[in-house]
């Protein structure tokens, strides 16, 4: 009896259907499915091409458009680069103009002030002159003490007559005594720090001289005064004193 059910359910009516398949090799297969895709992409490159003619885009144009675009890129980054130097070399230009122009101003600046100086010295020999009388020995006019640019360094300039009968040329030199103030203490400094009868800075005149001259204070203190003298020479004896205690 099971034997026979076996044999029903293999071979009779409610037994499982069969499939009959036919099989490929695998290297069929791949070479099926390269053709395919070759298949494909002619297909796709032929609509490419045709869409190209059907909207009335030709591609040798637009290769050529793309040429001479590329190439007016170049030439403006060219004439870029041209424009960038001479810029460059104008503003160079401009910085030379405005340094020159600077040194211009500063140079007409001084001549202003060396022509102020002159009209005084002028005006001051004028009145001599017009007197017909000078006094006796040696005077000094137009004396002027001020800042020379950093804030302990001073310029001076005056002018010296010899009046009198002016038997000889008078020979001397300027010196500066300061007063100085540091930390609330006081101290006198001479200028220049040599002996009196040293030539050092000397002039000699007959019956005018201007005399300029710079001096320095240390750093950290303040001019409160200072004396200017004339020594003769030799000697280093003292012809004239002026006393400045307001700078």
Request: hydrophobic letters at 40%; proline letters at 3%; a positive charge.
């Amino acid at each position: 009896m099971r034997m026979l059910r076996r044999l029903r359910s293999n071979f009779g009516i409610g037994s499982s259907r069969m499939a009959i398949r036919s099989q490929l090799a695998w290297y069929w297969r791949w070479l099926l499915n390269v053709l395919m895709m070759v298949l494909v992409a002619a297909v796709v490159w032929w609509l490419v091409q045709t869409s190209y003619g059907i909207t009335g885009f030709d591609i040798e144009e637009a290769k050529a458009h793309l040429a001479k675009l590329t190439e007016d890129n170049h030439v403006m980054k060219s004439e870029l680069e041209t424009a960038r130097g001479t810029l460059s070399e104008l503003d160079r230009q401009l910085q030379i103009e405005k340094a020159a122009q600077g040194e211009l101003a500063r140079t007409v600046t001084q001549l202003q002030d060396e022509n102020a100086s002159l009209k005084e010295d002028l005006a001051f020999l004028r009145n001599i002159m017009s007197s017909g009388t000078t006094p006796e020995g040696i005077g000094m006019s137009n004396l002027k003490v001020e800042r020379d640019g950093k804030p302990n360094e001073y310029r001076y300039r005056m002018l010296l007559t010899q009046g009198g009968q002016r038997k000889q040329d008078f020979k001397g030199k300027v010196q500066i005594v300061a007063r100085v103030a540091k930390d609330g203490a006081m101290t006198t400094l001479t200028i220049p720090d040599t002996p009196p009868a040293d030539a050092t800075g000397a002039f000699e005149f007959r019956f005018y001289q201007k005399v300029e001259g710079r001096f320095s204070i240390p750093d950290g203190t303040s001019l409160k005064g200072l004396d200017v003298r004339v020594l003769a020479l030799p000697g280093g004896q003292v012809k004239l004193s002026r006393t400045i205690n307001q700078l």
